[in-house]
């Protein structure tokens, strides 16, 4: 089986850093990736990693250790239409499937 | 917009009715994906096509649920003799490739509430 735990929520001000932490446990491994979803929203694709680094895409940084099992998406210079929930997804060796933690909040404050 | 699409994207629906609820991928999408989730928790997986063909199930998929891609194209979610545990947000997503990672692009959602 798989699981993923992320933390359940984060509070941050404009223009802060935030970073978020994902670990899996997984019986087989492709990728790590990072969906954004607004309230009411449809989940929207931000990342993916499948070697261990950092991959830099604008705002948002995504980084994987493979040997640790463990991931984290960095938002910078956070803006109020940041605030959504935030999942990661593991990509398994068995299918196509995504197997995604239960998200975490993040609530941008002025 | 060329985005995938559901429909519809709510449904109320009495215990022990049948609904069906259809997904259209974005064109020429070989993959597609049915997923649930509930209110604060992650997407979970229901299954997969990959053209016509239905690859993977979970063991979400009760004997209730049945899904097709009759042409490889739109596809369907029936669930039969719906229980109150059946609501949820039903998500579709779909991806083009033959191997590796593909990015999934994800419908609005429908949102099934089971009174």
């Known amino acids: 089986g798989q699981s993923l735990e992320q933390p359940s929520e984060v509070t941050a001000v404009e223009g802060a850093i935030v970073q978020i932490n994902c670990t899996y446990q997984?019986?087989?491994?492709?990728?790590l990736s990072w969906y954004q979803q607004h309230d009411g929203g449809a989940p929207t694709f931000l990342s993916y990693?499948?070697?261990?680094g950092l991959e830099e895409t604008g705002r948002f940084s995504s980084f994987l250790s493979r040997s640790d099992s463990y991931g984290y998406l960095l938002l910078q210079e956070l803006q109020m239409k940041d605030s959504a929930s935030y999942f990661c997804?593991?990509?398994?060796?068995?299918?196509?499937?995504?197997?995604f933690g239960g998200g975490t909040r993040v609530l941008v404050k002025p | 917009d060329t985005g995938v699409s559901q429909d519809p994207r709510h449904k109320i629906t009495k215990r022990g009715q049948n609904v069906t609820f259809r997904c259209d991928p974005i064109?020429?999408?070989?993959?597609l994906y049915w997923y649930r989730q509930t209110l604060g928790q992650g997407p979970e997986f229901l299954t997969y096509?990959?053209?016509?063909?239905?690859?993977?199930k979970s063991r979400l998929l009760s004997d209730r649920f049945s899904a097709e891609r009759p042409k490889g194209s739109f596809s369907t979610l029936e669930i039969q003799r719906t229980e109150q545990g059946d609501s949820a947000m039903y998500l579709c997503?779909?991806?083009?490739?033959?191997?590796?990672?593909?990015?999934?692009?994800f419908g609005p959602g429908t949102r099934l509430t089971v009174l």
């Open positions: 997503a779909s991806s083009y490739g033959q191997g590796g990672y593909n990015e999934q692009f």
């Open positions: 064109s020429e999408h070989n993959r």
């Open positions: 997984t019986s087989g491994f492709y990728g």
């Open positions: 096509f990959q053209n016509e063909a239905q690859l993977e």
């Open positions: 990693n499948a070697l261990d």
């Open positions: 997804a593991v990509k398994g060796a068995a299918g196509n499937k995504l197997t």
